[in-house]
């Protein structure tokens, strides 16, 4: 197996991560994973609307797991880098198959940023400001297969087939 280790300041990840929409444990329907940790009581909880099933996550190991496959995820424990949410570690609702991977993202804003993302037709390394990626360490840190060109009709159709499972 496989595990990709990822820097704790990696942009790409936490910019993304106030939102997860997952895969309802209950009712299969999707659900929202949300950090209320603006409120008076900090709570992340996943709650789902088409069911009414709400949960409050409990942290049991304090730390950060970073791992590429969600079996080294252990329960109670901040855990990313896969297709689960960070907490409960729920599956993801947007998912796709996609030139033998799996593409994934956390929420709409995480799929329209890979949709424009992979759309720039001058998206290597000539990134600049005024094409609106201000961070290029946010666009280093997708893989290889994702930012090869052969690959990006099969990726449009894929990111479009994520965006009809947004309700
Ligand atoms: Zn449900």
Redesign the pocket.
Known sequence: MTTDRFNVDDFYYWSFGDEFLVV?P????C?KVLDFSGQPDPTIRLS?L??S?SKDWEQLRPGVTFASSSALFDPGVISIGSAVDWYFHEPLWLQEACCGRNLWAYNSRHLHWLRDFVGAKLRERTISPEHGWSNQSLASRLPKWFQEKSNREAILAALKRMEQRLE
């Open positions: 309802c209950k009712c299969s329907a659900a789902c088409h069911c099933h």
